[in-house]
Nanobody, 113 residues
Framework: VQLVESGGGLVQPGGSLRLSCAASGFTFSRYHMSWYRQAPGKEREFVATITSGLGVTQYSDSVKGRFTISRDNGKNTIYLQMNSLKPEDTAMYYC???????WGQGTQVTVSS
């Protein structure tokens, strides 16, 4: 099983980034998928989730209205579109599959001027 995140980087406040997480080694379409993040010195926190099947989404209050999670089952990939980024969004972002307790290695997002 592999979850490989990409798309992180340095962006100015108010900017946008799109993260991707490519999955392999399991039947991706059957599982709910999520994004988590961890800032330095803080615990890992939930960001967003998308269900299998209907693709119902849920977000943390801190990102609601700014971030959008989506999935492409044909490409075994989930995405996180992040708009109106703030310095407090700076963190390592992780892809997670709860059904198998699988984590990716993370991709760093830094929001700074």
């Amino acid at each position: 099983v592999q979850l490989v995140e990409s798309g992180g980087g340095l962006v100015q406040p108010g900017g946008s980034l799109r993260l991707s997480c490519a999955a392999s080694g399991f039947t991706f379409s059957r599982y709910h998928m999520s994004w988590y993040r961890q800032a330095p010195g803080k615990e890992r926190e939930f960001v967003a989730t998308i269900t299998s099947g209907l693709g119902v989404t849920q977000y943390s209050d801190s990102v609601k209205g700014r971030f959008t999670i989506s999935r492409d089952n044909g490409k075994n990939t989930i995405y996180l579109q992040m708009n109106s980024l703030k310095p407090e969004d700076t963190a390592m972002y992780y892809c997670y599959c709860s059904g198998g307790d699988y984590w990716g290695q993370g991709t760093q997002v830094t929001v700074s001027s």
